[in-house]
């Protein structure tokens, strides 16, 4: 059974950073890109970003690109998301996910998901 576990949310001033894992488990994740999302209350789930399995190819939002960084330790089977300059636009649950079929920003196509991690950031 294939079981992702988010941590590291928390609150957090303006400006601030956190740095979330996802722990992966229950599978081979060879070949598998992994992804974070964010859904904001009242909001629909959104990409913020993505890792292939090798880590050589990465794929973030708009929103995010300069703030947050994407990485993956693949001995561990933990993906990472380094997040700085945090806003209070970033608050919102954090999901990491599995898509076998390479990396994507459709929440649509991922395969497992975790259970997330809340983000708050305060003004």
């Known amino acids: 059974q294939v079981q992702l576990v988010e941590s590291g949310g928390g609150l957090v001033q303006a400006g601030g950073s956190l740095r979330l894992s996802c722990a992966a488990s229950?599978?081979?994740?060879?070949?598998?890109?992994m992804g974070w999302f964010r859904q904001a209350p009242g909001k629909e789930r959104e990409f913020v970003a993505a890792?292939?399995?090798?880590?050589?190819?990465?794929y973030g939002a708009d929103s995010v690109k300069g703030r947050f960084t994407i990485s993956r330790d693949n001995a561990k089977n933990t993906v990472y998301l380094q997040m700085n300059s945090l806003k209070p636009e970033d608050t919102a649950v954090y999901y990491c996910?599995?898509?076998?079929?390479?990396?994507?920003?459709?929440?649509?196509?991922?395969?497992?998901w975790g259970q997330g991690t809340q983000v708050t950031v305060s003004s």
């Open positions: 996910a599995v898509n076998r079929g390479g990396i994507s920003r459709y929440p649509r196509v991922y395969d497992f």
């Open positions: 229950g599978r081979t994740f060879k070949d598998d890109a």
């Open positions: 890792i292939t399995w090798s880590g050589s190819n990465t």
